[in-house]
DNA sequence: TGATACAAATGACGATCGTAATGATAAATG
DNA sequence: CATTTATCATTACGATCGTCATTTGTATCA
């Protein structure tokens, strides 16, 4: 069977953010092209007829989640209400539609080349957003390191304070960080 | 067929050494019981004798990459040395013998109750070993902060220097971090 | 030495994995 | 409007996943 053109782009958009949703969910190892689709609304394997293989479908569902459309990413912002925002519990407990440098880092060391260009671009992108937003005081040279610095930061502590069972431990984290981060 | 306890007791250790290494290596989701039982050198239905469930390897295999055997962590150590080492190419390019945290963190979250607990017990024990080396100057609270965000830096630091695919720009992560821990 | 216990191997199970061949229809072409 | 082409969905396939019941062989201990 074969759809309209617009109705397979819509295919392909709700494919995308089901996905970019699920492995920031479950890991990109932790879903299956079947767990896609039906998410999607459809077969497994007509994921292979937009994709052609799971591979490709990550790269694209990495680069969604990165994008504004999945990660909304803000044009203005305060420094200091981004971290507050990135480092709150709301974030920690909502993986699904949250950063997903935090959510995928982890394993993006093992996907494919493609799918570690995209998301170097991305981190590339956000880098140069936080650097943007360091005091003017500084050198260029030292508000990148200081921005580059503070995303390890920020990564690392929503990262553990996920991973961690302790609910004390996990709002410490956040709270160490982001004082550490403002001071 | 049955072979002496300390035969069952190193095989057990083979298991558990060589499933700490691969969990790190192709993450947690990544290895299925098969690929273990052959590194191991052992069927996979042997590995059902001794843990019962991947779940319950899981959880052993976490433990001992934490514990001393598996992550080595010293006993004695400058805080500055162990930042370097931690945040050195090395270390990047090693996950399979690399600190635990950094490799498994992003998975641990979505893992059961037990080994989300003995993650935990790691990072605190992590946490209090960073705390005793901070400036004595500071009040136990004040060093307790401060190792909480050390250590979500260099977790950090280190889980996106292996993600990002441009090795200048995973070199600057690991130094920029580097430099605002030592200052 | 015989009985028992238990680690390890075996092999089969259903479920799920990613993929490729097949089928059907919208879009492009004349 | 008829026909071809391209594209997407359906279905079937082999491989691998985690699990478990059974068998085998040897320590262990009465």
Redesign the interface.
Known sequence: MRVSKEQAAKNRERILQAASRLMRE??I??VGVDALAEAAGMTHGSLYSQFGSKERLVEEAVAYAISAKGGEVPEDFALDDYVSDYLSPGHRDE?ASGCP??????????QS?GV??R??AG??GTIALLSSRMPSTLKPRQR???A??A???????L??A?????PK?SA??L???R??LSG
Chains 1, 2 share one sequence.
């Open positions: 479950h890991g190892a932790g993986p440098f935090a959510a995928l880092a982890c394993e993006i060391s093992r080349r570690r260009d998301f170097t981190v590339r990148e390191d200081k580059l610095a995303a390890a930061s920020m990564v690392g502590a990262v553990l996920r991973a961690v069972n302790d431990l410490d984290i709270r160490a960080t004082n550490s």
